[in-house]
């Protein structure tokens, strides 16, 4: 949402490993084109039934985000809320390269990632800076990786993470 309000989102977006559809609503709400993609059926499914009984447009895919090419289009901006984490190491070049196939050069990668400052004990595995960066080293531009807070309805406090905004080259 603050990506939204300070403007940063444009263009046509994909949410990839959008869930339930969140996200991609509230962004569709406010005028874009939006696309959803996950590979739980049932996720998307209720993101169908909720994009209907809200009257939006969305399309909702249920789609294995290492296949994203398969998708065969290019969107402005690609937003990515607890994806990239749950990759394994070998599975996160896959995934970059098809990241590339949908994301329009000069478009912008946000994600949203627990961060390896958290401590452990809770939640999905921890990524540093180190490894966005080395993911993301060639025909990338990491515009900035920044400390932000994966809110969850679990943990009132939320949880450490790492926000980043990286421009496809």
Same mark, same amino acid.
């Given at each position: 949402?603050?990506? #939204?309000?300070?403007?940063?989102? =444009?263009?046509?977006?994909?949410?990839?490993?959008? %869930?339930? !559809?969140?996200?991609?609503?509230?962004?569709? +709400? @406010? !005028?874009?084109?939006?696309?959803?993609?996950? =590979? &739980?059926?049932?996720?998307?499914?209720? &993101?169908?039934?909720? &994009?209907?009984?809200?009257?939006?447009?969305?399309?909702?895919?249920? /789609?294995?985000?290492?296949?994203?090419?398969?998708?065969?289009?290019?969107?402005?901006?690609?937003?990515?809320?607890? *994806?990239?984490?749950?990759?394994?190491?070998?599975?996160? =070049?896959?995934?970059?390269?098809?990241? +590339? #196939?949908?994301? /329009?050069? %000069?478009?912008?990668?946000?994600?949203?990632?627990?961060?390896?400052?958290?401590?452990?004990?809770?939640?999905? @595995? @921890?990524?540093?800076?180190? #490894?966005?960066?080395?993911?993301? +080293?060639?025909?990338?531009?990491?515009?900035?990786?920044? &400390?932000?807070?994966?809110?969850?309805?679990?943990?009132?406090? !939320?949880?450490?993470?790492? *926000? =980043?905004?990286?421009? /496809?080259?």
């Amino acid at each position: 949402m603050r990506l #939204e309000e300070s403007e940063k989102i =444009s263009g046509d977006v994909l949410d990839v490993g959008c %869930g339930t !559809g969140e996200n991609a609503l509230f962004l569709a +709400s @406010r !005028g874009h084109d939006v696309w959803g993609v996950d =590979s &739980a059926p049932t996720a998307i499914e209720i &993101a169908r039934r909720k &994009a209907e009984e809200r009257g939006l447009a969305v399309m909702f895919l249920v /789609k294995d985000t290492l296949n994203l090419h398969e998708i065969g289009r290019t969107f402005d901006t690609v937003i990515d809320s607890g *994806l990239f984490h749950t990759l394994f190491d070998p599975e996160r =070049s896959c995934f970059v390269r098809n990241l +590339s #196939e949908v994301l /329009k050069p %000069g478009g912008t990668y946000f994600m949203l990632a627990f961060s390896d400052l958290e401590p452990e004990g809770y939640g999905p @595995r @921890r990524i540093t800076k180190t #490894e966005i960066q080395a993911a993301f +080293s060639d025909g990338w531009r990491i515009n900035e990786i920044q &400390a932000a807070v994966f809110e969850s309805r679990i943990r009132p406090e !939320g949880s450490r993470a790492w *926000l =980043s905004s990286i421009t /496809k080259v």
